[in-house]
T-cell receptor, first 113, second 117 residues
Framework: SQTIHQWPATLVQPVGSPLSLECTVEGTSNPNLYWYRQAAGRGLQLLFYSVGIGQISSEVPQNLSASRPQDRQFILSSKKLLLSDSGFYLC????????????FGPGTRLTVL | AQSVTQLDSHVSVSEGTPVLLRCNYSSSYSPSLFWYVQHPNKGLQLLLKYTSAATLVKGINGFEAEFKKSETSFHLTKPSAHMSDAAEYFCVVSDPGGSSNTGKLIFGQGTTLQVKP
């Protein structure tokens, strides 16, 4: 069966520090991968999606970036965090071309102080 | 363009009473529609999915939803609420993305379900 992992589960970082959040998927090949952010009391905002290694599409311009160095690995990064980057970050995957159901990881709670 | 509106930001029910979470959608395609549930500080879990088969979709934990094209609605129901149902619920419509088939989802703003003992 497929599983999706995210780490770390929680993170507290100072303003201006770098960020790296990792997401990996097991049990499937060539997945579509997604990064979402959920700010307090708000819905989900799609940040990035990827349909293959090295292929990244950005939905919202900001100081975050994403990379996909391997087929089942998706990384969310920032060079300098802002206070507004605080939130709950969710990674998701879907099967390419077959279905559009997305399956979510457990999330990372990021607090920028 | 696809969009989804959850008509209630907060719903409160007593344990053992029915649950109704309302969702309207707008889509220029034949949409796929979903309901996800999120417990505090957890990821989203798929409750059920509609994909143009049966209009009444049964999901996990006793939830079901009915697709009504004439009303552009996809309301989520459960006959009897349980304390463990207290969570945030998201109605979601798929965006086919044209030829790219990225499977992007459009999320509603969420409905918080409170279950009182």
């Amino acid at each position: 069966s497929q599983t999706i992992h995210q780490w770390p589960a929680t993170l507290v970082q100072p303003v201006g520090s770098p960020l790296s959040l990792e997401c990996t998927v097991e049990g499937t090949s060539n997945p579509n991968l997604y990064w979402y952010r959920q700010a307090a009391g708000r819905g989900l905002q799609l940040l990035f999606y990827s349909v293959g290694i090295g292929q990244i599409s950005s939905e919202v311009p900001q100081n975050l970036s994403a990379s996909r160095p391997q087929d089942r690995q998706f990384i969310l990064s920032s060079k300098k965090l802002l206070l507004s980057d605080s939130g709950f970050y969710l990674c998701a995957w879907s099967v390419r071309l077959a279905t559009d159901t997305q399956y979510f990881g457990p999330g990372t709670r990021l607090t920028v102080l | 363009a696809q969009s989804v509106t959850q008509l209630d930001s907060h719903v409160s029910v007593s344990e053992g009473t029915p649950v109704l979470l309302r969702c309207n959608y707008s889509s220029s395609y034949s949409p796929s529609l979903f309901w996800y549930v999120q417990h505090p500080n957890k990821g989203l879990q798929l409750l059920l999915k509609y994909t143009s088969a049966a209009t009444l979709v049964k999901g996990i934990n006793g939830f079901e939803a009915e697709f009504k094209k004439s009303e552009t609605s996809f309301h989520l129901t459960k006959p009897s609420a349980h304390m463990s149902d207290a969570a945030e619920y998201f109605c979601v419509v798929s965006d086919p993305g044209g030829s790219s088939n990225t499977g992007k989802l459009i999320f509603g703003q969420g409905t918080t379900l409170q279950v009182k003992p």
